[in-house]
């Protein structure tokens, strides 16, 4: 029927740990040895054995009549007796478990087939294979289920197996829906993001690192639904409307027992017994699994890797990625709030840039335009040249053919973006396999020496271990180490010191320094810390409130800094302060987008605004040489000072 499947969600992350080497006596009271769920384990499999032995082990035939042992209690001829026209009760039931059964499976396997495979695409794609699939699951729970199970029958008569089909069919809306709702709650944990740029396919990412984790709630699921499939079965046998008489069932036992439970109430025990057990079988094993642990399969090796398509390169020759007018809008309703506001900059094969700003200034939103995962309902227009591929035409299937490859991101967040249920080398060695020809030893070998790469001192000892044995350093190096799996040409680098405390930041830094170096790998590197840009950036980009306010060498920015929010930004820098003194801040905070004023966005916090700073938008201006400002103040002093295009 269409009855919806009431069950509470679990946590996601209750299902992350993985069984430990040992079983202590509170484990087997509460996983999956304990004496229930042995218990009834034990039991279905009792039962479909029988069902498969039946001919064997009954030793009567079920639609033998014996008119002289009608109604029989227990006995030797009879282990459970009789029933009203003198058929074995226990040769009926055996029998009649092969039919009902069957229909379970039946009902069970059209649900998961239909039901899972659209909740986990629906839930990971959204958009409109998501509003397809609810609209025509939402029409499927709203329809009569017992009414359409009769009419099937009415239209094929005594056919089970098309009752249970149609009852698969329906309840599939039920299943799809709750799969579909913890799919998209798991597809929001950062380490799928990271999986994504880590260049895995759709498919890996769906039945590697996301069935996984809502596993027990398919499986939970999948028990109701045959708790469900088999009282349907029941209430169709039990009006004798499944199979045809005389051909046993456990519907068609109880609908005879109930004809004559005020002369013999014996014969209506063995089937409400068979019936109760297993109804309780299923409950049990399914409520078992929504908070066991579990193992996953391994990933298949990939065997080939697509090329993106080239375009007409317009960016200067010297350039790797070239950035022109990128604005990137959050559209709501019927109006939208920019995030990013014509911003255009480049970077060298090789060359390390720093994007800097306050929380809220636009760096991240920026750094991820690149990659395509700008926010669901964002617009993103401008132009951004990587090597002769403008990024903005691609599809997302060309986009994932670059991430990883040829553009790899490192985030702030180690622990969140690594898979907490997948040991370190498995996920490392799935990495590699993503984006090289290689099989599952070589891909082994080579996540072990990413992580020598990577200055791990014991690369073996570490792949062998899960993320959350591991230090935060530790992390972010087996992070980083994954980011060059595909040998990228380019890494954005999204403030990777930021968890870290100020001796490992050191070792990260040196790190990715040493890295860049040895790969001639570009970086963009974001980041509100001025002493890894000191330390690590030929160029530096001020953005703020959407916009750049000033870009130049690292060193003529440090020295000769022209705008006032980075003079500001630099004087409030933590290294830079006195001790004993009162931290230098700076006063207010970074409008939000949809609040910026019309003139110079800085304009209320700075201290050497004029009227005129607030009477039109500031353009930027040219300084000196790979050195410009916007700032009304710095044109208005510099002759040598003028407008950029």
Request: glycine share 8%; hydrophobic share 45%; aromatic share 4%.
């Amino acid at each position: 029927m269409s009855a919806e499947i009431l069950s509470s969600t679990p946590d996601p992350d209750s299902a992350a740990g993985q069984r430990p080497k040992f079983l202590s006596k509170e484990r087997a009271r509460r996983g999956p040895y304990r004496p229930a769920t042995l218990l009834a384990g034990a039991w279905l499999i009792l039962i479909t054995v029988a069902a498969g032995a039946a001919p064997l082990l009954a030793g009567h035939d079920p639609l033998t009549q014996d008119l002289a042992q009608v109604q029989v209690g227990p006995g030797g001829e009879h282990l459970l007796g009789t029933d009203s026209l003198g058929r074995d009760l226990l040769a009926r039931l055996l029998h009649g478990s092969r039919t009902t059964l069957l229909g379970v499976a039946v009902g069970v396997g059209v649900s998961v087939s239909i039901g899972v495979p659209l909740g986990l695409y629906a839930g990971y794609l959204r958009g409109r294979v998501d509003k397809v699939a609810s609209a025509v699951a939402e029409i499927l729970m709203s329809l009569p289920g017992l009414i359409i199970l009769i009419t099937v029958l009415a239209v094929y008569p005594y056919s089970m197996i098309a009752a249970m089909v149609t009852f698969g069919v329906l309840s599939s809306a039920a299943l799809f829906r709750i799969v579909r709702n913890v799919t998209m709650a798991v597809a929001q944990d950062l380490y799928i993001t990271a999986a994504k740029l880590a260049g895995l396919s759709r498919r890996q990412i769906l039945l590697r690192h996301i069935l996984p984790r809502i596993r027990p709630t398919v499986v939970a699921q999948t028990a109701i639904v045959a708790a469900l499939a088999l009282v349907t079965q029941l209430g169709l046998g039990f009006l004798g409307i499944d199979t045809r008489p005389p051909h046993a069932t456990w519907g068609g036992v109880l609908q005879d027992a109930s004809t004559v439970i005020a002369v013999s109430s014996w014969t209506v025990v063995p089937p409400v017994v068979v019936v109760t057990l297993t109804i309780l079988a299923f409950g049990i094993l399914g409520d078992t699994t929504t908070s066991q642990p579990y193992r996953l399969t391994r990933a298949r090796t990939r065997t080939g890797r697509p090329q993106a398509p080239r375009t007409t390169r317009r960016a200067p020759a010297d350039q790797l990625l070239c950035v022109e007018h990128l604005t990137v809008v959050l559209t709501r309703g019927g109006g939208g709030s920019i995030l990013v506001d014509d911003v255009s900059f480049g970077i060298g094969r090789g060359e390390i840039v720093g994007l800097v700003g306050e929380s809220g200034a636009g760096k991240s939103v920026t750094s991820r335009a690149i990659l395509g995962l700008q926010p669901t309902q964002a617009k993103v227009d401008g132009f951004i040249d990587f090597d002769g591929l403008n990024l903005l035409d691609l599809t997302d299937k060309e986009l994932h053919h670059l991430r990883g490859r040829r553009i790899a991101l490192v985030g702030q967040e180690p622990m969140v973006s690594l898979d907490p249920t997948i040991r370190i080398g498995a996920q490392l060695a799935e990495a590699v396999r993503a984006h090289q020809k290689v099989g599952r030893k070589e891909s082994h070998r080579l996540a072990r020496q990413l992580l020598t790469d990577v200055r791990i001192s014991d690369p073996s000892a570490v792949a062998d271990r899960y993320p959350h044995e591991i230090s935060g350093g530790m992390a972010q190096r087996v992070c980083i180490a994954v980011a060059l799996a595909g040998n990228p040409e380019l890494l954005i680098a999204d403030e990777p010191t930021t968890a870290l405390d100020v001796t490992v930041q050191a070792e990260i830094l040196d790190l990715l320094r040493d890295l860049q170096r040895e790969r001639n790998m570009a970086v963009l590197l974001v980041t509100h810390d001025w002493g890894v840009v000191a330390d690590l950036c030929d160029r530096a980009i001020v953005l703020y409130a959407g916009q750049i306010v000033e870009q130049a060498a690292t060193e003529r920015l440090f020295d000769h800094s022209c705008h006032p929010y980075t003079a500001a930004l630099r004087a409030a820098d933590p290294h830079q302060q006195q001790p004993g003194r009162r931290l230098t801040t700076i006063g207010g905070s970074v409008p939000p987008p949809g609040s910026w004023p019309p003139g110079c966005r800085f304009a209320d916090r700075c201290v050497s605004v004029t009227e005129e700073c607030s009477n039109a938008a500031v353009p930027l201006h040219l300084v000196a040489e790979g050195h410009i400002t916007r700032c009304i103040h710095v044109r208005a002093d510099d002759k040598e000072a003028h407008r950029v295009p």
